[in-house]
T-cell receptor, first 111, second 113 residues
Framework: DQQVKQNSPSLSVQEGRISILNCDYT??????FLWYKKYPAEGPTFLIS?????DKNEDGRFTVFLNKSAKHLSLHIVPSQPGDSAVYFC??????????FGAGTRLTVKP | DVKVTQSSRYLVKRTGEKVFLECVQD?????MFWYRQDPGLGLRLIYF???????EKGDIPEGYSVSREKKERFSLILESASTNQTSMYLC????????????FGNGTRLTVT
């Protein structure tokens, strides 16, 4: 039973536009959420995170939004660049416990 | 920078073989994890360890075991490899339990024929 769900397996956007990647979770105990980025033949790398006490966290072109009542979070990339093309994984954890991941969304940014 | 090294990038084994996947980290992190990545399923936790000689089952431990004799090394063992264990295996570490991001190795692509 996947507690973290990414329902869009792929997303394609034009360079310079906004990319929005979505993630839903079922476990209301989750208190910390993360996004990872994965290029082919490499391990995932940490991108940005958000605590459940916040609803927004921003780092340069990347912003993560958390809607606790809807159990939904999203990653916004503005402006999108071709180098952002990768698979993005949403992850969640609670009570200092082990991390659960979504299935991933493959983002393609077209020049 | 944390370095997490997985001993093999690609591995091909036969059904029934015993398989060892090795992971070594150089940053003195307490926590180590083994995940497998499959299309449409994302990363699923197999086993993890918060200390030397300590291990905990993740979501899919069946058919696997682990060993952590030293802090820097965490081994995943497939006692008798099966074709449904063909996958990408990812080792990860973290500094402590309190909401620390994971640092991943580059993965081992295992094919069981």
């Amino acid at each position: 039973d996947q507690q973290v769900k990414q329902n869009s397996p792929s997303l394609s956007v034009q360079e310079g536009r906004i990319s929005i990647l979505n993630c839903d979770y079922t476990n209301s105990m989750f208190d910390y959420f993360l996004w990872y980025k994965k290029y082919p033949a490499e391990g995932p790398t940490f991108l940005i995170s958000i605590s459940s006490i916040k609803d927004k966290n921003e780092d340069g072109r990347f912003t993560v939004f958390l809607n606790k009542s809807a159990k939904h979070l999203s990653l916004h990339i503005v402006p999108s660049q071709p180098g952002d093309s990768a698979v993005y994984f949403c992850a969640a954890t609670y009570n200092n416990n082990d991390m659960r991941f979504g299935a991933g969304t493959r983002l393609t940014v077209k020049p | 920078d944390v370095k997490v090294t997985q001993s093999s990038r690609y591995l091909v084994k036969r059904t029934g073989e015993k398989v060892f996947l090795e992971c070594v980290q150089d940053m003195d992190h307490e926590n180590m994890f083994w995940y497998r990545q499959d299309p449409g399923l994302g990363l699923r936790l197999i086993y993890f360890s918060y200390d030397v000689k300590m291990k905990e089952k993740g979501d899919i431990p069946e058919g696997y075991s682990v060993s952590r004799e030293k802090k820097e090394r965490f081994s995943l063992i497939l006692e008798s490899a099966s074709t449904n264990q063909t996958s990408m295996y990812l080792c990860a570490t973290s500094r402590d339990r309190a909401n620390s991001p994971l640092h991943f190795g580059n993965g081992t692509r295992l094919t069981v024929t």
